[in-house]
């Protein structure tokens, strides 16, 4: 492996480590980066599962158990969740396509256009997109707050349960968002490992185009991480009384919220590292994030933050509504952090994929070429060398030739079309296809200085 990315920090580069990468390195980079991990892949489950619940159980609080108003609130967040998920599954297949038709040729951009949505599809998505969250917030509004729960503790704060439900709502679109692309990039990656190698090779930039998310689930999981910690805060601060919590409990949770964040955001790099280092085979010795001590003091460091808030807000709040507020908050500030540092990480080894990934070709070319001739001449379409449309085009070409004035070899696969029969000379003039690749080989050797074909 000749790539190595920054363990010792986000951007930590040795000399080995800012070597180009080979077509195999940056194919085997880009499908780990798509696919993530499985730990990834289960939160994201159990994050939208805890966020259905946390909202169900927060409306039966909100409304006293009151069947019309908490069955409409119900409906409405369902109404969210599916349209969250049909307009992230929309807008990844807009990016796609429209990553696809702005590398592709002609002749097959026809095929991506099937893949592109409509401008009536868009339309409808995003209209009914913003139905739904118009629903939401039209079903709080028809709420009636009263004190049943808070009894003995303060009259009920209707701030509090708008915080709650703005909380709740963005909860489950930071969830939703999430889980649809785990589950598409999961099942693609898969799909892509099990494509040919040369297919592999010309969707390499379609695939790359797709790991840094679209522009609406960064939007999301950037909203979602901002907004978490904040709300919480100003109802901790601005609407809970001293005589529900002093001022010292108040900056003791929001000590221990800060310290969540924190510490999310490290074990989640951690776990990147660990996952990155078992594809590039990496020791202890070439990286610290994979000693044992430091991962030791990361996962019980991350483990504290998460045990010592719950604990605090069960011990400390004596109301129902403000406990079941104060935990809605942490754990979705938790989840929101560990999906934007997993959106953080991606955007930092894409952008060290794009950077190191092969751009002519070059020697890794020639040394296949030198290993295999024969199947590599076999696999490139003439015509498309000459349009610059093949798997090898413009970098097989390179390569052939690079490796042909560096070394001086003959290879066979190359120079056994020289030479005709006798009865085929007056033939060779008369083929253009075969005039045009006699004449596509020969202006590269002038060109690069090389032997003539």
């Given at each position: 492996m000749s790539a190595l990315w920054g363990y010792g920090g986000w951007g930590a580069q040795s000399e080995q480590q800012k070597m180009t990468m080979t077509f195999d390195d940056a194919i085997d980079a880009a499908m780990d980066l798509l696919r993530g991990s499985i730990v990834n892949?289960?939160?994201?489950?159990?994050?939208?599962?805890?966020?259905?619940?946390?909202?169900?159980?927060?409306f039966i609080l909100m409304t006293n158990g009151s069947g019309s108003s908490c069955g409409m609130l119900i409906v409405t967040i369902f109404f969210l969740i599916a349209q969250a998920g049909t307009l992230a599954k929309t807008s990844r297949d807009f990016k796609l396509a429209s990553v696809a038709l702005k590398e592709s040729t002609t002749a097959q951009s026809i095929e991506f256009q099937f893949l592109r949505p409509t401008r009536l599809q868009l339309f409808q998505v995003s209209l009914f997109m913003l139905l739904s969250i118009t629903a939401c917030i039209y079903s709080l509004t028809q709420v009636q707050l009263?004190?049943?729960?808070?009894?003995?503790?303060?009259?009920?704060?209707?701030?509090?349960?708008?915080?709650?439900?703005?909380?709740?709502?963005?909860?489950?679109?930071?969830?939703?968002?999430?889980?649809?692309?785990?589950?598409?990039?999961?099942?693609?990656?898969?799909?892509?490992?099990?494509?040919?190698?040369?297919?592999?090779?010309?969707?390499?930039?379609?695939?790359?185009?797709?790991?840094?998310?679209?522009?609406?689930?960064?939007?999301?999981?950037?909203?979602?991480?901002?907004?978490?910690?904040?709300?919480?805060?100003?109802?901790?601060?601005?609407?809970?009384?001293?005589?529900?919590?002093?001022?010292?409990?108040?900056?003791?949770?929001?000590?221990?919220?800060?310290?969540?964040?924190?510490?999310?955001?490290?074990?989640?790099?951690?776990?990147?590292?660990?996952?990155?280092a078992r594809r590039l085979k990496l020791s202890s010795?070439?990286?610290?994030?994979?000693?044992?001590?430091?991962?030791?003091?990361?996962?019980?460091?991350?483990?504290?933050?998460?045990?010592?808030?719950?604990?605090?807000?069960?011990?400390?709040?004596?109301?129902?509504?403000?406990?079941?507020?104060?935990?809605?908050?942490?754990?979705?500030?938790?989840?929101?952090?560990?999906?934007?540092?997993?959106?953080?990480?991606?955007?930092?080894?894409?952008?060290?994929?794009?950077?190191?990934?092969?751009?002519?070709?070059?020697?890794?070319?020639?040394?296949?070429?030198?290993?295999?001739?024969?199947?590599?001449?076999?696999?490139?379409?003439?015509?498309?060398?000459?349009?610059?449309?093949?798997?090898?085009?413009?970098?097989?070409?390179e390569a052939q030739h690079h490796a042909i004035n560096m070394h001086g070899m003959h290879i066979p696969g190359l120079h056994q079309h020289q030479q005709l029969p006798p009865h085929q000379e007056n033939k060779k003039e008369e083929n253009p296809i075969w005039d045009g690749v006699t004449h596509g080989f020969q202006g590269l050797a002038d060109a690069l200085g090389g032997t003539r074909v």
């Open positions: 892949y289960i939160i994201c489950f159990m994050a939208i599962l805890t966020c259905i619940g946390f909202t169900f159980v927060g009263t004190d049943k729960h808070s009894a003995g503790t303060g009259s009920k704060s209707a701030e509090e349960w708008y915080g709650f439900a703005a909380l709740a709502m963005l909860w489950v679109l930071d969830s939703t968002y999430c889980l649809t692309r785990a589950v598409h990039d999961r099942r693609d990656a898969i799909a892509w490992a099990k494509s040919e190698k040369e297919s592999r090779v010309k969707q390499l930039k379609y695939v790359m185009g797709m790991c840094g998310g679209t522009l609406d689930y960064n939007f999301i999981v950037w909203l979602s991480f901002l907004a978490s910690p904040v709300i919480t805060m100003l109802c901790v601060w601005a609407v809970f009384s001293e005589t529900e919590l002093s001022v010292e409990r108040k900056g003791l949770l929001s000590i221990t919220l800060l310290y969540n964040i924190a510490s999310t955001y490290h074990v989640v790099k951690l776990l990147r590292d660990r996952r990155q010795t070439q990286s610290s994030s994979l000693q044992l001590p430091f991962q030791l003091m990361v996962t019980v460091n991350f483990l504290i933050s998460v045990i010592v808030p719950i604990g605090c807000i069960i011990g400390m709040v004596r109301s129902t509504d403000h406990c079941f507020f104060l935990l809605t908050g942490f754990i979705m500030s938790t989840i929101a952090t560990w999906n934007l540092a997993n959106v953080v990480r991606d955007r930092h080894e894409l952008a060290v994929l794009k950077e190191r990934m092969p751009q002519g070709g070059g020697l890794e070319q020639a040394r296949d070429l030198f290993r295999h001739p024969e199947q590599i001449l076999q696999q490139a379409d003439p015509l498309a060398m000459l349009k610059g449309q093949g798997a090898y085009a413009a970098h097989g070409q």
